[in-house]
């Protein structure tokens, strides 16, 4: 069931850590799009020793920084689960130097600083031998355009060679793996899914899965990568024009890659993140912000000076993001906007140093003050023309010196909640 505090926390972290980190390649798929043998892949293991893991300093950082929740992938795409299972021997306390479970510290660390506890966990698994065993119920010739699709022996089987037996094997370990999840942990806040696309919902039986999540724990939320049966949507790296309906989390990495990759500088600059922060909870989403940690555990210097500065302009900034909502709808004001619950400030974010002014167009309550937050300057404001039920344009003067180099905020209180104009003139 969807929880209240999804939709006040904003800024959650996604940590994309597996075996991938070793050689700095792409986390699972590099096997899959035959980059790399999968024998090879697996080689990882050997060099997989997490010998600086420590997730007090992961989730230090992400506290002081605003981030409400981790995500952590518990296991990805090629099968590594990150505790120790024992439903197959593939983990990296059984097959890898590091010898140890990873979750238990993870969840110890998130409560110690008050972070929710999210797990990453990828339906599909290209490494089990079950796994590639049926075709999906709803097989489409033409997926994509790519007739090669289906002939991927690590997803699906031979044709003729079917095995639904096989998959129901799959899905008991599916399970066993979940309930290990869920039970051995203590209270998983959200299960974070991936890896649904290559079966049908009937036949993970995403129906019967999340009522089995939601006995063994009750308070937990879903992404929508159930198959129909999530709670939240999660746009990924493409940044969504209108709001998604219902809560919603844009999931984006730092620089090109979800986990640690060696060849990836392409860091995206803080006021870029900045930007991305606002417009995304502008429109009453949560940003998901993924950083790759290299195999010893320790973050990328280059994503900590990414995540530090986002935190600097968080913290100036908090009282136009946390208990707020999304703002203006598209039209009414050229940035993004927040509104506070008791609608009565209205937040107004903007990316450029205006030339003198800022406006905003269709405001039907009048501005009692204007302010810049995070420095408290007050700001004259006055409201230009306007006919009949058509209000005046109101024009907020913001000097130059008063802008923030990464976003300026400004602050317009109201007597009462704010109401505003959305129509298209006097006929
Ligand atoms: C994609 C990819 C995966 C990544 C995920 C994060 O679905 O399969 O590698 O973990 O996005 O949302």
Aim: charged share 25%; with cysteine.
């Amino acid at each position: 069931m969807m929880q209240p505090w999804f939709q006040d926390a904003k800024l959650g972290i996604f940590i994309h850590y597996g075996i991938y980190a070793v050689n700095g390649i792409s986390e699972s798929w590099s096997f899959f799009n035959g980059q790399i043998s999968h024998e090879d892949y697996m080689k990882q293991l050997d060099g997989f020793t997490a010998s600086q893991y420590d997730p007090e300093v992961w989730c230090e950082l992400f506290e002081r920084i605003g981030a409400k929740y981790v995500v952590l992938t518990t296991k990805h795409h090629d099968g590594v689960a990150l505790w120790d299972t024992k439903a197959n021997d593939l983990s990296t306390v059984k097959a890898t130097p590091a010898k140890r479970d990873l979750i238990a510290p993870y969840v110890e660390a998130c409560r110690n600083h008050d972070l929710k506890v999210g797990f990453y966990f990828s339906h599909l698994d290209w490494t089990h031998p079950d796994y590639a065993s049926v075709f999906p119920a709803d097989k489409d010739p033409e997926i994509a355009g790519n007739e090669n699709y289906y002939k991927n022996r690590f997803a699906f089987p031979e044709p003729g060679k079917e095995d639904p037996e096989a998959w129901a094997r799959f899905i008991k370990f599916h399970r066993a793996q979940l309930e290990e999840l869920s039970t051995q942990f203590g209270d998983v806040d959200i299960y974070w899914f991936d890896g649904e696309w290559e079966r049908t919902p009937e036949q993970f039986d995403m129906a019967g899965l999340r009522k089995q999540l939601e006995a063994w724990q009750p308070n937990a939320i879903f992404n929508s990568r159930l198959l129909g049966h999530g709670d939240f949507a999660t746009p990924e790296q493409g940044f969504p024009i209108v709001p998604p309906e219902g809560p919603w989390e844009f999931c984006v990495t730092i620089n090109d890659s979800w986990g640690y990759q060696t060849t990836d500088n392409n860091h995206k600059s803080v006021r870029q993140l900045v930007r991305m922060f606002a417009e995304t909870i502008g429109m009453g989403g949560n940003m998901l912000l993924d950083v790759g940690p290299y195999e010893d555990g320790r973050l990328q210097p280059e994503q900590i000076e990414r995540l530090e500065g986002l935190g600097s302009w968080i913290h100036k900034h908090e009282e136009a993001i946390y208990g707020t909502e999304a703002g203006l709808p598209l039209g009414l004001f050229y940035g993004a906007s927040t509104r506070s619950k008791d609608g009565k400030s209205l937040y107004l974010f903007f990316f450029d140093p205006p030339v003198d002014q800022i406006a905003v167009k269709g405001l039907r309550s009048a501005v009692v003050k204007a302010t810049i937050v995070g420095t408290g300057e007050e700001l004259t404001h006055k409201r230009i023309g306007g006919l009949g039920e058509t209000p005046g344009i109101v024009w907020i003067d913001v000097p130059q010196q008063l802008t923030d180099s990464n976003a300026t905020v400004v602050r317009l209180d109201f007597e009462e909640p704010f109401k505003y104009y959305h129509g298209a003139g006097r006929r």
